[in-house]
């Protein structure tokens, strides 16, 4: 075995389940990030800004680059970096190998944070319809461009909030990551919406959205080109769809 492979990140596949993990030794280094130490989060007033935070405003310098960012004024608002501990790199190898005689990929792809606010107490729960929407539109164009890039076949974005959840800075932000595969659970809704038309000649979500509509019970809020809800067969407590009311995959920012 080449243990030089020890640092680098590499997408492997078990054998019994077709189940694909990314495998990255160097998220061990980020703060905070010692999964078996006991750890307390007891909850306490942030700072607007924290001089030891590299996505406050000032703090540059602890940032392992910038790539783009929303100008609001004299500063700016939502800010996209490179994550400095990433699950995977751009400069890795996307061709398949065998470690040990197992299938392995190699860790290409992209990993990147969303700064949500210049503000280190922000709450994207209390902020401004104008704040929103400069970090959807933020998610969105990285989305975007993401999915423009070579060899890559789908985009996650995903939110950490709080220590119990993985996050290791409390200002608010996102991560993005970019992947060479689709991932099982995607495959599979694309796998079941495709069965469902060939079954039934309709759209699932279209009918779900008919269904809780009608039955009015799950609903939470309805806008000009969303609808939330609790799914019937909701998977965990406090799980809420967001869909768009349009027959689209995308529908267009400023519909919210």
Request: proline fraction near 9%.
């Amino acid at each position: 075995m080449d243990h030089r492979r020890d640092s680098m990140s590499e997408i492997r596949q078990d054998l019994t389940s077709g189940r694909q993990v990314i495998i990255a030794p160097r998220r061990w280094l980020r703060p905070g990030s010692r999964p078996f130490v006991a750890r307390s989060e007891r909850p306490r007033a942030l700072p607007p800004f924290d001089p030891d935070c590299p996505f406050c405003p000032g703090n540059e310098s602890l940032l392992p680059g910038i790539i783009a960012e929303t100008r609001a004024g004299a500063g700016w608002d939502v800010r996209i970096v490179p994550n400095k501990f990433p699950a995977l790199q751009p400069d890795a190898r996307a061709v398949a190998d065998l470690s040990d005689g197992l299938p392995v990929l190699g860790g290409y792809g992209f990993h990147e944070v969303i700064v949500e606010s210049a503000r280190h107490n922000a709450d994207l729960a209390a902020m401004s319809d104008a704040e929103i929407h400069a970090v959807v539109s933020a998610y969105r164009s990285r989305s975007e461009y993401l999915l423009r890039q070579s060899d890559i076949a789908s985009v996650i974005l995903f939110r950490n909030h709080g220590l119990r959840s993985g996050a290791s800075l409390p200002h608010p932000h996102a991560q993005i990551i970019a992947l060479p595969l689709v991932p099982p659970v995607l495959r599979e809704l694309a796998d079941c919406g495709s069965r469902y038309y060939r079954d039934h000649g309709r759209c699932a979500t279209c009918d779900a959205i008919a269904s809780e509509r009608a039955a009015t019970l799950r609903m939470i809020e309805e806008s000009s080109g969303f609808l939330a809800f609790v799914p019937f067969a909701a998977a965990t407590p406090g799980e809420i769809r967001i869909v768009p009311k349009r027959h689209r995959a995308s529908p267009p920012v400023g519909r919210i």
